[in-house]
């Protein structure tokens, strides 16, 4: 039996509360959790912090974990978006994804969905921490 819960813990933390990361950009068992790591800028750090309203960066940290052929994952919240600026940055965030996605470059897929697939196909030999 595996666990399946919602965790997010960063590939690195730099502009976070708590300094730290996994250092990751694959999917890692701890224990029997299958940890999808958050591998991109929160948009609190973002917008808040680096007070940058576009997705450069974020286009700049998909590039690099798609070289490595990681995985890339966002987490927005709803309350920091809620301005209009920033709810716009983040229309535009989905819709270079929904690109990349019809051009058959990324699978777009929910958490659970992308659990589900590494415990089905037997990918269990992923890094144990």
């Given at each position: ?22 250092c990751a950009v694959f999917p890692y ?30 286009k700049k940290q998909i590039h690099l ?43 777009v897929a929910l958490p659970q969905v ?16």
């Amino acid at each position: 039996m595996y666990v399946s819960d919602d965790v997010s813990i960063p590939y690195v933390a730099h502009l976070e509360a708590q300094r730290g990361g996994c250092c990751a950009v694959f999917p890692y068992f701890m224990g029997r959790i299958l940890e999808l790591p958050l591998t991109t800028t929160q948009d609190y750090s973002l917008f808040y912090i680096l007070g940058d309203y576009s997705i450069e960066l974020w286009k700049k940290q998909i590039h690099l974990i798609m070289e490595k052929q990681g995985l890339v994952s966002f987490i927005v919240h709803p309350d920091y978006i809620r301005e209009h600026t920033a709810l716009k940055i983040c229309q535009d965030l989905l819709a270079h994804l929904s690109d990349w996605r019809d051009a058959g470059k990324v699978w777009v897929a929910l958490p659970q969905v992308v659990g589900r697939f590494f415990l089905r196909k037997g990918l269990t030999d992923l890094a144990r921490l």
